[in-house]
């Protein structure tokens, strides 16, 4: 059996992503009940304890179990979520291929097999990201004195409902997925196989057979199955990036942690390795510190505007030979200063800053804890101008906050947006794109 064509339906592409995200919650943590639904701005503002990490983080833990790696071969893939034989049997439509003559057609719906993978991804991946993101079993998320906990998340046009009760997710209702082919003889040992995205072409086979007509089209289904999981996948999925709570300390104290694995490296296998816990996102935060990327990212020059005033100085990084791991320094004149030796207001940006340069794209999730921590009020202003510019630039942002000076800076710029541009300029020194539209915002009062 040959494929000998395969054509793509063309992709709709966009300037920029609009992330259509609601989730609720209930019995989730110190939350009773709530819903959220993301905003290019999105803030949780409330007393301390009262689920407001909680939720961010639980935002950070979906969107990473949206991130799936489809291998190439889709048998082996199936194979971690459905058996192979089960894959066949179900489609009964295969055996009447055999039967198909010049011109006949054939259509099959792969719904169940879409839908089945789909219902173990979602609720083993997010399973995963939720107990790796708070470190602790998921029956030790439910509100105490309950035993679970719920959680329904719509995520563009993808709807799922879960129950968590003790440590076994269970879906109570999923999106049905509409994925079809259509099976058409053309002549001289031919098939036509072209696959249906809500009805929609969204990819086509053409090969030929010697023997076995059907043994043909089961091979052309792995390539358009993985090509489609990997699609709607994509079109949830947004890179998502964590700022945790004291990430100053976090940030000083990563070079002891990276110099005491490296030096218990050598004993992995003979003694018992034994690493500090931590929970996924201040993993994943100092996973991101020490493997930045050496390219510039297209932030840079903001971020350099920014540090400028308000760090009157520059944050470098610097990888050592010793440990290969970065070292980070605050440049101040012309003089390196380690961060420990910095002031709070510069240890406490420097993430942030590092994200900006390195990291952080149009369309990724800045998601920040406190981001008015070690600010005077002054700088809270600053800060929040230009977290303004980025969501002009396409980043999505989530704020956990306590501070009046910083929301009442960002209810400024929604006022700005009812000021001409050129007023903007001229009357209050800002420039045409620091403005947020009452629509971009969403805030979230915690109790």
Not at 62 to 87: C, K, Q, T, W
Not at 234 to 263: F, N, W
Not at 281 to 288: A, E, Y
Request: contains cysteine; glycine residues 6%; aromatic residues 10%.
């Amino acid at each position: 059996m040959v494929i000998s064509k395969a054509t793509f339906a063309e992709k709709k592409t966009h300037e920029r992503k609009k992330i259509k995200f609601i989730v609720e919650m209930k019995d989730f943590g110190p939350i009773a009940g709530g819903t959220i639904t993301f905003r290019p701005l999105t803030l949780f503002i409330g007393p301390n304890n009262s689920g407001k990490s909680y939720a961010a983080m639980l935002i950070h833990s979906l969107f990473e179990s949206f991130v799936l790696d489809v291998p190439g071969a889709m048998r082996e893939f199936l194979s971690r979520y459905y058996d192979i034989d089960d894959f066949v049997k179900e489609l009964a439509e295969l055996d009447q291929i055999g039967d198909l003559k010049e011109g006949d057609e054939l259509e099959i719906s792969l719904g169940k097999i879409t839908n089945r993978v789909f219902e173990e991804v979602h609720s083993k991946r997010m399973s995963h990201e939720i107990i790796r993101s708070y470190a602790c079993p998921l029956r030790e998320l439910a509100r105490i004195g309950k035993k679970s906990f719920e959680l329904k998340i719509a995520c563009d046009s993808h709807k799922i409902e879960l129950l968590f009760q003790a440590d076994n997710p269970k879906i109570k209702w999923y999106s049905q997925e509409d994925f079809k082919m259509k099976v058409k003889v053309l002549g001289q040992h031919n098939i036509r196989t072209q696959f249906l995205k809500k009805d929609e072409p969204f990819f086509e086979l053409t090969g030929s057979w010697k023997k076995n007509k059907k043994s043909l089209v089961i091979s052309m289904i792995e390539l358009p199955l993985s090509e489609y999981i990997s699609n709607v996948f994509e079109d949830m999925a947004a890179p998502c990036y964590y700022l945790p709570a004291a990430r100053s300390g976090i940030l000083q104290g990563h070079k002891a942690l990276a110099a005491t694995i490296v030096r218990k490296a050598p004993l992995v296998g003979i003694e018992k390795l034994e690493i500090p816990k931590f929970s996924g996102v201040v993993s994943d935060f100092i996973s991101s510190i020490l493997t930045l990327p050496e390219e510039k990212g297209p932030f840079y020059k903001l971020a350099q505007e920014l540090e400028g005033e308000l760090l009157k100085g520059e944050i470098v990084v610097k990888t050592l030979d010793e440990y290969l791991y970065p070292e980070i320094r605050y440049n101040f004149r012309g003089k390196e200063i380690p961060l420990h030796r910095a002031s709070s207001t510069v240890s406490e940006l420097a993430p942030l800053i590092l994200y900006l340069k390195y990291t952080i794209r149009p369309g990724s999730i800045l998601i920040i804890e406190e981001p008015e921590a070690h600010l005077h009020p002054e700088n809270q202003r600053i800060l929040a101008k230009y977290l303004v510019k980025l969501i002009r630039k396409g980043v999505n942002i989530v704020i956990t906050t306590h501070s009046d000076y910083l929301i009442e800076q960002l209810s400024s710029f929604i006022l700005l947006s009812r000021v001409e541009p050129e007023k903007r300029i001229s009357k209050y020194g800002y420039t045409r794109e620091d403005f947020l539209n009452p629509g971009e915002v969403a805030a979230y009062v915690f109790t």
